[in-house]
């Protein structure tokens, strides 16, 4: 199926479970607000409803929920120009999802790496909703026809699994209904890895807070974990291909090249041979100089909640008008009676 009768749209969601991570900013937020105005229409959305796949305390989760969207705010998301709303408020994602249970088979879900990490030994004890999430995140893409996903590394296999549903559905009912959306994992940023153990992703659970930048640190903290983050005694070399096994080294770098805006050529062709004692600070520094202002710029929004709700909820709205049509058709092509 060509993609080109489907309107070019962007569609991306951040579970508001725990904080926001430097992973979040700059594998996710940086590039939502770089595609904002460039040809595209943009859904960003806090999947709110994802969240709840683990435990989440209520007081905590609406916290949370209006954190992620500050986050989206003091990165750039305008409102204005972008659709900003909470999954839950616009109830379409649940029932599309529904169809999407059915339409989803079981042994592709059991292909699913981050559920198998996630539920690890303990399979038979976490949530059925942690299970059939992938179905759930189709349906987010899904309901508003997004011909383009902007995510992390980690949610390739998601975004295929919401092409092989697309295509299951379109086949099994003989239509071309739904688009075969593409995932853009791009830029040099795309997997962030924790400071303290390269191997590992940043994550927002973790045992060590210095393990991550949130992005609700302050400029002190930043500095402080950047010029503590774990690195091998060598140099810089003069060729990316020399990080080949350095993995603190080769995310260091990546984080400046996504934070400077360059490759990760570029900052190695402009600091080959320096040490950790040159190249930490200056890393710091600029880390400091691209996120203090939005961690700033968050704590103001997060003092007036009541704001944060008002632009959440005329999201919705928007949201509702795109995705409550494409609903409506979903359930005539399966022969769901409306009166
Ligand atoms: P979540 O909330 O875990 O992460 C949100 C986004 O941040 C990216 N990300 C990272 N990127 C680089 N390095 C890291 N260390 C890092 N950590 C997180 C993620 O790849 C993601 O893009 N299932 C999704 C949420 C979701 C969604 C959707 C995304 C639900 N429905 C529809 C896109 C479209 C998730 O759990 O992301």
């Not at 659709?83 to 599309?96: D, K, P, R």
């Not at 699913?112 to 399979?123: I, L």
């Not at 040099?188 to 191997?199: E, S």
């Not at 350095?246 to 320096?274: F, K």
Request: negative net charge; hydrophobic residues 40%.
């Amino acid at each position: 199926m060509t993609e080109t009768r489907f309107t070019p749209r962007v569609f991306s969601g951040i579970k508001p479970s725990g904080g926001l991570t430097l992973g979040n900013y700059l594998g996710a937020i940086k590039r939502f607000v770089a595609m904002q105005g460039g040809g595209f229409e943009t859904i960003y959305c806090v999947v709110d409803l994802h969240a709840i796949t683990v435990w989440q305390d209520p007081a905590g989760l609406r916290d949370a929920t209006r954190e992620v969207a500050a986050g989206y705010l003091a990165a750039g998301i305008d409102p204005a120009r972008s659709i900003l709303f909470n999954q839950s408020q616009v109830s379409q994602h649940a029932e599309l999802g529904w169809i999407f249970n059915c339409v989803a088979r079981v042994g592709w879900m059991n292909r699913m790496t981050q559920f198998k990490d996630k539920a690890g030994s303990n399979a038979e004890k976490v949530s059925l909703g942690l299970y059939a999430y992938p179905s759930l995140m189709a349906a987010d893409i899904l309901l508003y026809h997004a011909t383009h996903v902007p995510v992390g590394e980690d949610q390739k296999q998601h975004v295929e699994l919401t092409r092989d549903i697309a295509a299951k559905f379109n086949h099994d009912f003989g239509v071309e209904f739904f688009p075969l959306t593409t995932p853009v994992i791009e830029g040099p940023a795309t997997r962030v890895m924790n400071l303290r153990d390269g191997t590992k992703k940043m994550s927002k659970s973790g045992e060590s807070d210095m393990e991550r930048i949130n992005m609700t640190d302050d400029a002190d903290t930043i500095s402080k974990k950047l010029k503590k983050a774990r690195t091998d005694p060598a140099p810089l070399p003069e060729t990316l291909d020399e990080l080949e096994g350095r993995p603190e080294a080769r995310n260091l770098v990546g984080i400046y090249a996504a934070l400077a805006d360059m490759t990760p050529e570029a900052v190695i062709a402009e600091h080959a041979g320096a040490g950790w004692g040159t190249f930490k600070p200056l890393l710091a520094d600029l880390a400091v100089e691209k996120l203090a202002p939005i961690s700033t710029e968050m704590a103001r929004l997060m003092a007036d909640p009541g704001e944060i709700d008002r632009i959440l909820g005329q999201g919705a709205e928007k949201a509702r008008s795109i995705a409550e049509p494409i609903l409506r058709q979903t359930y005539d092509i399966v022969g769901l009676l409306r009166s």
